[in-house]
């Protein structure tokens, strides 16, 4: 078995990372109204996985395959059909951001034919193109990976500053009202400096958008063990994030993470997760190498971002097991993957702070294949 009672037991472990948290001193200042959408939305511990052999054929997505997909994820998530279930998260007026993921180009990245048909949901829910906007942090990363050339007329994006650097401390396109305090800094800095232990929210998601489509896709991560829809939110929405993994053995995602979406301003806005895994990195991410993508031809729909990753670690850890690799929690690092302990337990801990439903004996895994 993948999960056995020693991996359990570890998961479970996990949970003391809440407790390095408040000794870590994470604090937000945030506001936000609080609505039934609000993280973990309107459908706690629900995953609808749905499945298409042609998705993908010879490396490119096949947009029929990904319309059924789309379809019967929103269907059977919603209970609606197409058009219905989209409004059930937004309306005419609302300005909507979409936070694509360009991490781990050219291999796995999120594509074009997912991102229209997520563009085609808004549109059919009465939200017009120039209320669309697609977003990620970096603008040269963004333009690099192509996706302002695959945006319809009238939609358009934005991102929170111009490229990665290895400090991340300015707050050019940051929001200094909104911000995640940890007592945490980089090596070197003082961490009674408030710039170095905040973590500032892009001022796309605290001024431009009132609501947000989260885009992630299925992958490894070194440090967080998975990137998923959680830390798509976490290490996408904020600055000075290098932190929350400033060297091999200092590492503290586990906690980072769900402090960073638990910011009001991101966890009220966050209305619907879709989790593009018709390609999938099951190792030494998040920068992909070709021997370790696979195509699992899968996508996931849910709000509820916790009870989604749950879904996905599983899936990464079952391709893990079918290539005869340890499971990401016992995993130890190699020439592709150089930090001491992963940490998926940031998924737990989140459930364990109230974003989603971690417990797998009450997520509602819905496994649909066309």
Known sequence: MLWTRRSCLKAVAGTLGAARGLALGAQVSSKSQRTKLSIPGLYRGKVISVEHPGSIVSGQYQAGAIRQMMRRGMTELTGAPWAEAWRQFVEPG???GIKVNPVGAPHVISDPTVLHEVIDGLKAAGVKARDIVVYDRYRAQFIKAGFPTWLPEGVRYSNATE??????QAIAGYDPDHYMDMRLTLPGYDVEN??????????????????????????????????LALKNL??????????????????VCGEFIPAVVSMPVI???????????????YHGGPGARPQFVWEHRTMYFATDPVALDHAGWRAIDEKRAAVGMKSIMDDTPDQFSHFIHRQPEH????????????????????????
Request: glycine share 8%.
């Open 163 to 168: 490229n990665y650097d290895d400090v991340q």
């Open 194 to 227: 408030v710039t170095a232990r905040r973590s500032y929210a892009a001022r796309f998601i605290t001024s431009e958008v009132n609501k947000l489509i989260n885009l992630p896709v299925l992958k490894d991560h070194q440090s967080a063990g998975v990137t």
């Open 234 to 251: 976490s290490h996408g929405l904020v600055n000075n994030v290098c932190r929350s993994h400033g060297t091999y053995s200092l590492n």
């Open 267 to 281: 966890r009220d806005k966050v209305v619907l997760n879709i989790l593009d895994g018709v390609k999938g990195l």
């Open 94 to 96: 609302d300005v909507v």
């Open 347 to 370: 998924i737990e801990i989140a459930g364990a702070m109230g974003l989603g439903e971690f417990d797998w004996a009450k997520i509602d895994l819905r496994k649909i294949r066309l």
